[in-house]
């Protein structure tokens, strides 16, 4: 599980490098940027070589039947698994971007090459016209007939007619432009951010109270130590039975572990509501969000039946979609809920930005292929979610606004 897990840390690291060559696309990119771009590309092609092969020889050590295999040994084996297969779906999302980012940063190229070019033909129509005029002017022939030749006056006059012909055609250019331009900002406009997926626990809602009261209740009603809103912070993030599993001594070990998750379940269906309160300027957020057009859901590692409880009670006026954990969907990092809530919401990737608070909501986005925004707000500190490697961080829900809208 560990080299699992240090694969994922290298994978992190490369998409870091990723996004720091993608913020240099907007000032001056270098060749050098093209050439880090395929030797992370290199990279990821041998990690997704061996991460295979590892996967492999994982596969046949579970199927080995002449080795005798305990409970515990095949669980471990099971989740060393998934995390390989985590880390093999993060492998191709990031050759996926990183493909992506190349080819962005050669139109970049291309466009700002398209741009001199365009500037240098200008000036070339611009100057062809004092050229042709005097042209014809200069030409070793009778002055006759040609039009203000014999007027004291006339070089002037045709200096001043070629200075006007040329400001015609610097404005009929830039006229052009401009409606080039309005079309092109038409065309971005229809790929700009219609879909927000966000989060529910630590983004749009302050349920650690409630999530911390309800822990202390069960650990108290089973003699465990309880825990101060701190703790519980650092605790939440992979779902209700990893909540439980850090809350306990001996954790997924411990013989009372189902009964204490069962008991914690039914304690917090009934108390969920009790202290949990929309952050701040949360639905203010929201509805500026919809009345821009823009579709909203939720994804959560809570039970299903609770995530739509909850969005019923805050959210149910604006954000149609709500999903949670269930038989049919893993819990994140896995995308399956964030896929589900594209699903209903009709929603494309390429116009899709997740919202959450932690590293396993950045590793979701990631999974799901999602540009990731972090919210400062939540159940992390704001120094850990800098090392994310996020595509921005939001400290007040207005900033989220400015960021997409």
């Known amino acids: 599980?560990?080299?699992?897990?240090?694969?994922q840390a290298y994978l992190r690291g490369i998409d870091k490098k990723r996004i720091e060559i993608e913020e240099r696309i907007d000032g001056d990119t270098q060749d050098v940027d093209i050439i880090e771009l395929h030797e992370l590309e290199s990279t990821l092609v041998y990690f997704a070589t061996s991460?295979?092969?590892?996967?492999?020889?994982?596969?046949?050590?579970?199927?080995?039947?002449?080795?005798?295999?305990?409970?515990?040994?095949?669980?471990l084996l099971e989740d060393v698994m998934v995390e390989y297969q985590q880390a093999?779906?993060?492998?191709?999302?990031?050759?996926?971007?990183i493909d992506g980012t190349r080819e962005l940063l050669s139109s970049v190229v291309d466009n700002r090459l398209n741009n001199v070019m365009k500037y240098l033909t200008s000036i070339t129509i611009v100057m062809a016209i004092p050229t042709i005029i005097s042209?014809?002017?200069?030409?070793?022939?009778?002055?006759?007939?040609?039009?203000?030749?014999?007027?004291?006056?006339?070089?002037?006059i045709i200096c001043v007619l070629i200075l006007l012909i040329c400001v015609a055609a610097?404005?009929?250019?830039?006229?052009?432009?401009?409606?080039?331009?309005?079309?092109?900002?038409?065309?971005?406009?229809?790929?700009?951010?219609?879909?927000?997926?966000?989060?529910?626990?630590?983004?749009?809602?302050?349920?650690?109270?409630?999530?911390?009261?309800?822990?202390?209740?069960?650990?108290?009603?089973?003699?465990?130590?309880?825990?101060?809103?701190?703790?519980?912070?650092?605790?939440v993030g992979n779902g209700i039975r990893k909540l439980i599993e850090r809350a306990i001594p001996q954790g997924a070990e411990n013989p009372q572990y189902e009964g204490v998750y069962e008991s914690f379940c039914a304690y917090?269906?009934?108390?969920?509501?009790?202290?949990?309160?929309?952050?701040?300027g949360i639905l203010t957020m929201l509805d500026t969000l919809k009345a821009q057009g823009i579709?909203?859901?939720?994804?959560?590692?809570?039970?299903?039946?609770?995530?739509?409880?909850?969005?019923?009670?805050?959210?149910?006026?604006?954000?149609?979609?709500?999903?949670?954990?269930?038989?049919?969907?893993?819990?994140?990092?896995?995308?399956?809920?964030?896929?589900?809530?594209?699903?209903?919401?009709?929603?494309?990737?390429?116009?899709?930005?997740?919202?959450?608070?932690?590293?396993?909501?950045?590793q979701t986005a990631d999974n799901a292929g999602l540009p990731c925004i972090l919210v400062s707000w939540g159940f992390r500190e704001r120094m850990a979610l800098e090392k994310l490697g996020a595509w921005g961080i939001a400290d007040t829900p207005q900033q989220i606004l400015e960021k997409i809208v």
């Open 268 to 280: 917090y269906q009934k108390h969920c509501r009790v202290k949990t309160r929309p952050y701040d």
């Open 135 to 156: 042209g014809i002017y200069g030409m070793n022939v009778s002055g006759i007939g040609m039009p203000l030749a014999s007027s004291p006056y006339g070089f002037g």
């Open 295 to 362: 579709a909203v859901g939720i994804v959560s590692n809570k039970n299903h039946n609770a995530v739509v409880e909850l969005r019923d009670t805050f959210f149910k006026d604006v954000i149609p979609a709500a999903i949670g954990q269930s038989d049919i969907t893993r819990k994140k990092p896995a995308p399956d809920t964030v896929y589900e809530a594209m699903k209903q919401l009709g929603a494309q990737k390429e116009t899709t930005v997740y919202i959450g608070d932690s590293e396993v909501d950045k």
């Open 170 to 235: 610097l404005w009929i250019l830039k006229k052009e432009e401009n409606v080039m331009s309005q079309e092109l900002e038409q065309e971005t406009a229809k790929k700009k951010i219609q879909t927000v997926i966000f989060d529910l626990d630590g983004t749009l809602l302050n349920t650690i109270e409630d999530l911390t009261d309800s822990v202390n209740a069960v650990c108290t009603q089973y003699g465990y130590p309880v825990y101060p809103v701190e703790t519980i912070k650092s605790y």
């Open 51 to 75: 991460l295979r092969s590892n996967s492999i020889v994982l596969e046949r050590l579970r199927r080995y039947k002449r080795l005798e295999q305990y409970p515990e040994d095949m669980e």
């Open 1 to 7: 599980m560990r080299s699992a897990a240090l694969y």
């Open 88 to 97: 093999i779906e993060m492998t191709a999302i990031y050759r996926d971007i």
